[in-house]
C-alpha cells in the first residue's frame, strides 16, 4: 500500500480534496485501515486479482468500504474489470478522479449502513442500491466470459459464488416484483439443466444411438426421371449422371436440384432425414436435449423511486413487507413510463394545435428530512390518493420519488390549468397541514405547457 498526495500538475485548481490509497501489490489488505482513505488507486497486475480485491471492499459491512470510490492506475485490457471501477488515471487528469471521488463521497456520507436484523439477500439489495444511487448509474448486465451466466453484475455479482448464479437473477426478480427496480430486456440465455452453467456446445447426434459420428449428405432429385438419391450416386468423376436413366446431369434448377439431405451414422449406420440438435454443458458434461435447457431472461435495471428512498433512508422487514401495497393506485405510473407517456403527449402537440400541461409538485427534502421511510410512504399513498380523485379519465399521475409527483394534463386550456393547480395546492397543503406539524413553503408546484422547447424540472 502506498498513499499518495493530491495535486493537480498542470497547476489548476483542485475543487476537492481526497486521499486516496494505491494498493501496489498483493499484499493483504487491511480493510480496517481503508476507513481513513476517500478511494483507491488498484494497480490492476490480472483480472482474477482486480476483481478479487474490489469484491472483497464490497463485502465489508461500513459503506465507507464498500461504496469506496476505486480507481485503475491504468486501462485494463479486459473491459469487464474497466466496468467494475469508477475511473481509470491515464484516461482522465488526476484532478477529474479527485472530483469524481469527492462526488461519490458526499453521497455516501448521507447514507445508512445496513442493521444486524436484516437477512443476507436484504443487506445485498440495499448495499446495491445504495452503490447505483452514488454512482447515479444502472444496474448494467456486462457480457464476460469469466461468469457461469455469461453476464456480470457490477457490484451484486460478488456477493454469488459461480454455482449460485441462478440464485442472484432470482434474487433481482423479487425485487423487480418488489418494485424496487424496473427492469429494461438485454437478452435471453438457454442453460444447463444440471450446473445451470451458459457454455453450451451445440452439436447435432444420430436419433437412434446419440453418436455425434455423423456425415451429412446431400440429396439430389432428377427432374425428367423423378429420380431421387444421396448425391454420390450420381457422381462419375467430373460429371453428374443419373444411376436410373443415364442421362446426364448438367445444370442445377434446370437438370436436378437438391431438395434435403440425409444423415449418416457412421457408429450405427443408422441413416435420416434429421439429426437430434444436443447441448453439450462444458462446466459439468450433461448431454442436454434442446427442450431441457433452461431459458432464462437478463435485464438491466434501474433504480425505481421506491429503491431510491430504500437506498436512502434504510430497509426494516416491516416496512419491506407492506412496501408493494405502500403506495399502490392503479392511477398512477412509475416514472419511466410517466416519461415515455411524456414524450408522447409531446410528439402529439408537435401534430396540431393542442394544449396539454405538465404539473410537477415537490415537497421539500429539508422539510421531510426527519421522516422515517414508513411515514414517507404512507404520506406519499395519501397524496397519491387525494391526486387521483382529481383526475379525468385522460389525466396521467406519475410517481418520480416519494416526495415528487408528475401530473400530465391533456387537452386542457390554461386558465383552467392554473385553477387547477391553486385547487391541488391548496387541497395537498391542507392535507399535510393536518397531519403534519410543517413550517411554510413546504411545497411548490411548477406548471410547464408540453411541447418541443419545454423544460422540465428533473431533467
Same mark, same amino acid.
Given at each position: 500500500m502506498q498513499q499518495i498526495d493530491n495535486h493537480n500538475p498542470s497547476g489548476g485548481p483542485v475543487l476537492a480534496f481526497q486521499e486516496f490509497i494505491h494498493l501496489e501489490s498483493r499484499s493483504q489488505i487491511d480493510l480496517d485501515l481503508l476507513r481513513g482513505y476517500d478511494a483507491i488507486i488498484l494497480e490492476?497486475?490480472?483480472?482474477?486479482?482486480?476483481?478479487?480485491?474490489?469484491?472483497?471492499?464490497?463485502?465489508?459491512?461500513?459503506?465507507?468500504?464498500?461504496?469506496?470510490?476505486?480507481?485503475?492506475?491504468?486501462?485494463?485490457?479486459?473491459?469487464?474489470?474497466?466496468?467494475?471501477?469508477?475511473?481509470?488515471?491515464?484516461?482522465?487528469?488526476?484532478?477529474?478522479?479527485?472530483?469524481?471521488?469527492a462526488e461519490i463521497n458526499e453521497i455516501v456520507h448521507q447514507l445508512p449502513i445496513?442493521?444486524?436484523?436484516?437477512?443476507?439477500?436484504?443487506?445485498?439489495?440495499?448495499?446495491?442500491?445504495?452503490?447505483?444511487?452514488?454512482?447515479?448509474?444502472?444496474?448494467?448486465?456486462?457480457?464476460? *466470459?469469466?461468469?457461469?451466466?455469461?453476464?456480470?453484475?457490477?457490484?451484486?455479482?460478488?456477493?454469488?459464488?459461480?454455482?449460485?448464479?441462478l440464485q442472484m437473477l432470482d434474487l433481482l426478480e423479487h425485487a423487480v416484483n418488489k418494485r424496487w427496480l424496473i427492469p429494461k430486456l438485454k437478452d435471453k440465455i438457454n442453460i444447463c439443466s444440471s450446473c445451470y452453467g451458459g457454455y453450451l456446445n451445440f452439436r447435432e447426434s444420430c436419433n437412434k444411438c446419440n453418436s455425434i459420428d455423423l456425415n451429412v449428405v446431400e440429396l439430389v432429385h432428377h427432374f425428367r426421371?423423378?429420380?431421387?438419391?444421396?448425391?454420390?450416386?450420381?457422381? *462419375?468423376?467430373?460429371?453428374?449422371?443419373?444411376?436410373?436413366?443415364?442421362?446426364?446431369?448438367?445444370?442445377?434448377?434446370?437438370?436436378?436440384?437438391?431438395?434435403?439431405?440425409?444423415?449418416?451414422?457412421?457408429?450405427?449406420?443408422?441413416?435420416?432425414?434429421?439429426?437430434?440438435?444436443?447441448?453439450?454443458?462444458?462446466?459439468?458434461?450433461?448431454?442436454?436435449?434442446?427442450?431441457?435447457?433452461?431459458?432464462?431472461?437478463?435485464?438491466?435495471?434501474?433504480?425505481?423511486?421506491?429503491?431510491?428512498?430504500?437506498?436512502?433512508?434504510?430497509?426494516?422487514?416491516?416496512?419491506?413487507?407492506?412496501?408493494?401495497?405502500?403506495?399502490?393506485?392503479?392511477?398512477?405510473?412509475?416514472?419511466?413510463?410517466?416519461?415515455?407517456?411524456?414524450?408522447?403527449?409531446?410528439?402529439?402537440?408537435?401534430?396540431?394545435?393542442?394544449?396539454?400541461?405538465l404539473i410537477f409538485i415537490n415537497l421539500k427534502q429539508k422539510d421531510f428530512a426527519s421522516f422515517d421511510l414508513g411515514t414517507k410512504q404512507k404520506l406519499s399513498a395519501d397524496i397519491l390518493n387525494h391526486l387521483s380523485n382529481y383526475l379525468r379519465p385522460m389525466d396521467i399521475l406519475g410517481l418520480k420519488n416519494l416526495l415528487q409527483y408528475g401530473l400530465i394534463i391533456p387537452d386542457m386550456e390554461?386558465?383552467?390549468?392554473?385553477?387547477?393547480?391553486?385547487?391541488?395546492?391548496?387541497?395537498?397543503?391542507?392535507?399535510?397541514?393536518?397531519?403534519?406539524?410543517l413550517g411554510d413553503d413546504f411545497m411548490e408546484i411548477n406548471l410547464i405547457k408540453i411541447d418541443s422547447n419545454a423544460k422540465f424540472p428533473w431533467a
Open positions: 490492476q497486475e490480472t483480472l482474477h486479482y482486480g476483481i478479487q480485491i474490489i469484491e472483497k471492499l464490497r463485502n465489508f459491512e461500513d459503506n465507507r468500504v464498500y461504496l469506496m470510490p476505486v480507481f485503475l492506475s491504468t486501462k485494463s485490457e479486459n473491459n469487464l474489470l474497466n466496468n467494475l471501477v469508477d475511473g481509470i488515471l491515464d484516461d482522465q487528469d488526476i484532478v477529474d478522479s479527485i472530483n469524481r471521488s445496513p442493521l444486524d436484523h436484516w437477512g443476507y439477500e436484504e443487506t445485498i439489495l440495499f448495499k446495491q442500491f445504495q452503490y447505483l444511487l452514488s454512482r447515479n448509474k444502472d444496474l448494467t448486465a456486462i457480457p464476460t *466470459r469469466h461468469s457461469k451466466l455469461g453476464f456480470h453484475f457490477p457490484f451484486l455479482n460478488g456477493f454469488f459464488k459461480q454455482s449460485e448464479k426421371c423423378a429420380h431421387i438419391a444421396p448425391i454420390h450416386d450420381f457422381d *462419375r468423376g467430373d460429371k453428374m449422371v443419373c444411376p436410373k436413366c443415364t442421362k446426364e446431369l448438367r445444370h442445377i434448377g434446370i437438370d436436378y436440384d437438391k431438395p434435403s439431405q440425409v444423415y449418416n451414422c457412421n457408429t450405427c449406420d443408422h441413416q435420416s432425414q434429421g439429426a437430434a440438435m444436443k447441448a453439450s454443458c462444458i462446466d459439468c458434461g450433461k448431454e442436454n436435449s434442446l427442450d431441457k435447457l433452461i431459458t432464462r431472461s437478463i435485464y438491466d435495471f434501474q433504480l425505481s423511486a421506491l429503491g431510491e428512498e430504500i437506498a436512502k433512508y434504510g430497509l426494516n422487514k416491516a416496512v419491506s413487507a407492506s412496501m408493494p401495497d405502500s403506495t399502490s393506485n392503479s392511477n398512477h405510473l412509475d416514472w419511466a413510463i410517466f416519461e415515455i407517456m411524456l414524450k408522447n403527449e409531446m410528439l402529439r402537440e408537435k401534430s396540431g394545435n393542442i394544449n396539454s400541461y390554461e386558465e383552467k390549468v392554473v385553477e387547477f393547480c391553486e385547487l391541488l395546492l391548496n387541497n395537498i397543503a391542507v392535507l399535510l397541514e393536518n397531519n403534519l406539524k
